[in-house]
Antibody, heavy 117, light 107 residues
């Protein structure tokens, strides 16, 4: 069965950087789009970014454009989210998810990013 | 940006009752509507995709309907494990957007 495990969450100061990783197993990683979705404490779900199977298409929510970069390494079955110029409002649990076309069917358990002075 | 409005915000029902959750979308998304369930401290769980297709392993008491701009998630007879927060999501156009969620609580 497909499994996704996020890592890299931490406490960071505003303006700092962090790199999240998502390790995938149990499926053909290189055949699937992947996404990052976040959830601020006590709030709803917010889509952050998605990347195509071959990494030739990437999409971002406006609030992170120019600050976050999604990438993947199909040889290592992993996806990453490079987060720069972090803001307090980026504080959230970040989930990675597998995307068959048009929905997310498998999700990781999430990694907590806290941005605080 | 496509806006999804879920109603009600909170639904208080008893086990065995029928739950009807609504998701209204600001523009036509055909059937690119997904429903997720989330329990505290857990990742979202896929319930329904393409408006009406139950995901693998999802009980038959969950059903989805609708097209265009109005969608409904129905739970025919609530089980204790169904009390959770439910989100709808559109993937018709970028950016992907979610509704604000409906909290289904035990009455």
């Amino acid at each position: 069965e497909a499994q996704l495990v996020e890592s890299g969450g931490d406490l960071v100061q505003p303006g700092g950087s962090l790199r999240l990783s998502c390790a995938a197993s149990g499926f053909t990683f290189s055949s699937h789009w992947m996404s990052w979705v976040r959830q601020a404490p006590g709030r709803g779900l917010e889509w952050v970014a998605s990347i195509s199977d071959s990494a030739n298409e990437k999409n971002y929510v406006d609030s992170v454009k120019g600050r976050f970069t999604i990438s993947r390494d199909n040889a290592k079955n992993s996806m990453h989210l490079q987060m720069d110029s972090l803001r307090v409002e980026d504080t959230a649990v970040y989930f990675c998810a597998r995307d068959p076309p048009r929905y997310s069917d498998y999700w990781g358990q999430g990694t907590l990013v806290t941005v605080s002075p | 940006e496509i806006v999804l409005t879920q109603s009600p915000a909170t639904l208080s029902l008893s086990p065995g009752e029928r739950a009807t959750l609504s998701c209204r979308v600001s523009q036509n998304i055909n059937n690119y509507l997904t429903w997720y369930q989330q329990k505290p401290g857990q990742a979202p769980r896929l319930l329904i995709h393409a408006a009406s297709n139950r995901a693998t392993g999802i009980p038959a008491r969950f059903s989805g309907s609708g097209s265009g701009t109005d969608f409904t998630l129905t739970i025919s007879s609530l089980e204790p494990e169904d009390f959770a927060v439910y989100y709808c999501q559109q993937r018709s156009t970028w950016p992907i957007t979610f509704g604000q969620g409906t909290r289904l609580e035990i009455k």
